[in-house]
């Protein structure tokens, strides 16, 4: 049985992405893959049970059964380190792990293992990755955001406590390279990683695409209101203003999938939101959606065209700039429903990932 751990030099770095491409495509090369994210610090509740969001990912898209609590048998949950801090228990972590992965491993050709974090993280309760990697005996895979003297910088630190567990890392894939630098950092990251007798395994684009996330995201990572325009929640969002300029500067940002955030008082933003229509679709308006921001809903004769204007409108208590921070900071995950953005992760790590190199440092 062959196994594979993703790792990365920090979060957000597209371990997921990676994991879920991967997955997929060996699956037409294997008969049986299988997945465990042994820690998961983004849960769901599924059925009483703590659930990683990734795993649920994974078992949904991969059409994988090998059982939910096994693919995610440890979740950090709000007070995790404080109690394991106060009570150590190392061994029953550790009996968890080896027990789901043990279950989820038999019978199946290969397991991709999806860390959490950086290879320290978890050392607070005595199970970073590199100890994880270490229990279920597996080699690693580094990925690390698009750049040149940072991502080998931290690649470095990362192989370095990789191997001071005994854990062999395959090699590391650069993802998020922006497509006007991609020529430059793809050749000199190869090169510098070279030096230091490091396999890059695959360079990856940047698709901005995968990190927009939709207005019902928003709702469930918020807790704004909303106020109409719930059948239209899945809209995308490809970028955000904040409508605290006049008018007619507004209509130059104004594009399409936009999400206006504006003070629920400014109704001239709003009308000229509602003015704005898609090149060669006149009934459909360019944002997806607006965020009336200060709590403050507009009048009623204004509410009513937001009723009819086919996008959602949500309220916000708080004021503009926190708002447009909430927003900004918000980590957007893919769901299982998201299906061109799956697709397009299957076929950029295809297309950009040595799937036969991997395969043979196995």
Known sequence: ?????????????????????????????????????????RYLEEEGLKIDEDSLLIEEVC???????????????????????????????????????????????????????????????????????KLVGSKVIIISSGGIGRPIDEII?????????????????????????????????????????????????YNPMLSWPTIEQILEETDFTLLCGKEYLERPISQVIVGAMEPCDAIKYIADDTLMITP???????????????????KRLKVSGIVLSGGITPD?????????????????????????????DLTVKIRPRDTVKINTVIKLIKETVDLDNILSRL
């Open 1 to 41: 049985m062959k196994k594979i751990f993703i790792a990365a030099t920090k979060q957000n770095d597209g371990k997921t992405t990676v994991s879920l491409g991967l997955v997929r495509n060996f699956q037409g090369r294997f008969k049986k893959v299988a997945f465990i994210k042994p820690i998961g610090q």
């Open 63 to 133: 059409g994988i059964k090998c059982g939910l609590k096994d693919m995610s048998p440890i979740a950090v949950e709000k007070g995790f380190t404080e109690r394991y801090i106060a009570r150590p228990d190392q061994e029953s972590i550790t009996r968890q792990i080896k027990d789901s992965f043990r279950r989820v491993s038999r019978g199946h050709d290969l397991v991709i293992i999806e860390g959490t974090g950086h290879a320290g993280v978890g050392s607070v309760f005595d199970h970073s990755n590199a100890t994880v990697a």
């Open 157 to 205: 630190l990362n192989k370095a406590l990789f191997e001071l567990e005994g854990v062999k890392v395959l090699g590391v894939i650069i993802n998020k390279v922006l497509p006007e630098k991609f020529e430059k950092i793809n050749r000199l990251v190869r090169r510098g990683l070279e030096r230091k007798r490091i396999d890059v395994l695959g360079v990856v684009p």
């Open 264 to 282: 629920g008082d400014r109704e001239d933003m709003v009308m000229t939101a509602l003015g704005c229509f898609r090149e060669g679709d006149d």
């Open 300 to 328: 009623d004769s204004v509410m009513n065209l937001l009723a009819n204007a086919q996008i959602p409108v949500l309220l916000a208590k708080s004021n503009t700039y926190d708002v447009a921070t909430c927003i900004h």
